[in-house]
């Protein structure tokens, strides 16, 4: 089972998760895929992910782009599972403080305001000790909002795929699927 975590302000219906869906689909592997949507309180999103894990048979992988990636690695952590991290974000509690005040989810719609309360939570999530062994991790160089170099350096020891150029959103995502359909141990239909 492969559970894609979509990112910051974001929804199931993100392009990477529409291309992910498309791909497993047209193997026969659509019953092996889900995206809950998540909220944008932390202890939320950590509740709906954990849900969603409960309805499905080990083994599982995880997959996290940016804010998804943060969470997926504190439940992979948590549930001994592995994890597929796209730009992830290494330290929301610090780097999204530029963002506090009023957001928008870009699918939906919703308002919300970004508190200290959401920092706060999610330095509560943040795991200092990981097992780089169960993490692909996929960056690119030109990622215009997260510095890839600390998802290098907090994945030291992981499987890594270093991208020159692109942008936060992985360019580069399509020619990976192949890679996340075998790290996740999917067998095609």
Request: one cysteine or more.
């Amino acid at each position: 089972m492969l559970i894609y975590l979509h990112g910051f302000n974001s929804s199931p219906l993100s392009h990477k998760a529409q291309v992910l869906r498309q791909y497993l689909s047209a193997r026969g592997l659509e019953h092996c895929y889900s995206c809950p949507a998540l909220s944008h309180e932390p202890r939320l999103a950590i509740h709906a992910i954990e849900a969603e894990m409960s309805r499905h048979e080990q083994p599982l992988t995880l997959i996290g782009s940016s804010l998804g990636g943060f969470y997926a690695t504190y439940l992979a952590e948590k549930h001994d599972t592995r994890a597929i991290l796209i730009n992830p974000a290494v330290h929301p509690h610090v780097d999204l403080r530029s963002y506090l005040g009023e957001q928008q989810n870009l699918h939906s719609g919703e308002r919300y305001e970004l508190t200290e309360r959401h920092l706060a939570q999610w330095a509560e999530l943040y795991v200092a000790d990981i097992k780089p062994e169960r993490y692909l991790l996929l960056v690119e160089t030109g990622d215009e909002v997260l510095d890839y170099h600390a998802a290098m350096q907090r994945y030291a020891g992981a499987r890594q795929f270093v991208i020159e150029g692109g942008d936060h959103s992985l360019q580069s995502f399509p020619r990976h699927l192949e890679l996340i359909v075998r790290f996740a141990g999917l067998e095609e239909a």
